[in-house]
C-alpha cells in the first residue's frame, strides 16, 4: 500500500509548541498598506505558502480586506493560488515562464512576468496556438542582475514593439534592490532608471515598491506595489521603528526542568557551562522546526515578562534555557515559553540568529499546532 505524503494535523494537545497566527493582524497590516500608497494598487505577494504561514488561511483574508491581485514565485504556486482564490483574482508568476509549462498558465488563467525576450516570445507563440491575446507583465531589470529584461533587451522591444503583438501587457515592473535602507544611493539610481524604461515602454501600468519600497515615498509607488514580508508582521525599514502589526507567536512547552549544585556543561559540544547553582529548561522545539541552531548561546525565550536566555547549542529537537531567574512555581514542566512573543518578535530573533525575518517565517516547521485567531 503507498505511504500518505499529506501531513498529519497536530492538536495542541500533541505538539510540543503552538504556533499562533493573527490573521486579523495580516488584514490590518494590508490596511495600513494601503493607506500609505494612496492611489496604487497593494498587490499581496504570498509565495512560499504565503512566506511560510499558510496561503488557504491567509490569501482569502487578503482578499476580505481588498486584495485582488497575488503574486507567487513558481507556477506550482500560481495554480494553488487559483484554486484557494476562485476565478475572479489576478494571479502573477513572478518567476516568470517555466519552459514547456505554458499549458498551465494558460489552463489555470495565471500571469507570467516575462523577464525576456524568448519568454515575450515563447507566450506570444501560445497565446497565437491556442487563438488568443495571453495577459502578462514585463519585469526590467534595474540593477539586480537576476531576473528581468536587460537593458539590451529592453533597448530592443523599445525599437520593436510588434514583439509584443498578440500579448496583453497588464503591468511593467522592477525591483528594489536595497530599499530596506532609505538612505541607499542604490534607491534613486534603480528609480531614474525605471523612470526611463517608462519613459521607452510606456504601455500597462508601472510597479517598482516592494514591501520597504512602500516606505520610501509616493515617487517609488507607481500605479501598483508588490508588498509580501511587511503583511506578516516584518519591519519593512531596517534600524527604523516597525509600524506593523506583528502576526505569528511561537510557544514552547517545559518538558523538563533540571537543578544545577555543581559546575556542569549544557547540551552538544559542552559550549555552555553553569558554574553556580540554577536551573535548566528543556523544550521541545530545534533546527527541525525552524529554530535556527545559530541560535545556539545567543537566543532569549521569554517566560511571561521574564527573559531566559538559550544556553548550549540548539539540536535538531531541543533547546535549553537557563531559567534560574525565574520562580520554580513559574518555570516548571508543562509552562510555555515564548520563543517568539510580545517581548522578542520576528525581527529581534533575526537579529539574534545573525539572519533576516524571512528566513525565520518562511522556515516555521510542520510539528507545531497551528492556530488561526481572527480575519472573519
Known sequence: MPRSSAPIEISAKLAGAVLTIDLGAVAANYRLLRRRLGAAEAAAVVKADAYGLGLEEVAPVL????????????????????????????????????????????????????GSLGEIAAWRDHGKRRGKKLACWLHA???????????????????????????????????????????????????????????????????????AGVFLGADFHFDVARPGVALYGVAPQMSEPNPMTQVVRLQAKILQVRRVDTPQTVGYGATHRIEGPGRIATVPVGYADGYLRSLSNRG??????????????????????DVTGVPE????????????????????????????GYEILTGLGARYHRAYVGGA
Open 329 to 356: 512555581n513559574v518555570a516548571m514542566v508543562g509552562a510555555t515559553v515564548d520563543l517568539i512573543g510580545p517581548h522578542n518578535p520576528v525581527d529581534r530573533v533575526a537579529a539574534e540568529a545573525g539572519t533576516i
Open 63 to 114: 482578499a476580505a480586506a481588498g486584495c485582488w491581485t497575488f503574486c507567487v514565485a513558481h507556477v506550482a504556486e500560481g495554480m494553488r493560488a487559483r484554486r484557494v482564490l476562485g476565478p475572479d483574482a489576478t494571479v502573477v508568476v513572478l518567476n516568470g515562464l517555466l519552459p514547456g509549462a505554458e499549458d498551465a498558465y494558460a489552463e489555470h488563467d495565471l500571469t507570467p512576468a516575462l
Open 141 to 211: 531589470d534595474t540593477g539586480m542582475l537576476r531576473l528581468g529584461l536587460p537593458p539590451d533587451e529592453l533597448d530592443t522591444l523599445a525599437d520593436d514593439a510588434a514583439r509584443l503583438d498578440g500579448l496583453e501587457v497588464r503591468v511593467v515592473m522592477s525591483h528594489l534592490a536595497c530599499a530596506d535602507e532609505r538612505s541607499h544611493a542604490k534607491n534613486r539610481d534603480q528609480l531614474a532608471a525605471f523612470t526611463e524604461i517608462r519613459r521607452h515602454l510606456p504601455i500597462g501600468k508601472a510597479s517598482l515598491a516592494n514591501s
Open 300 to 321: 532569549t525565550g521569554y517566560i511571561g515578562d521574564s527573559p531566559v536566555p538559550v544556553v548550549g547549542r540548539v539540536s535538531m529537537d531541543l533547546i535549553t534555557l
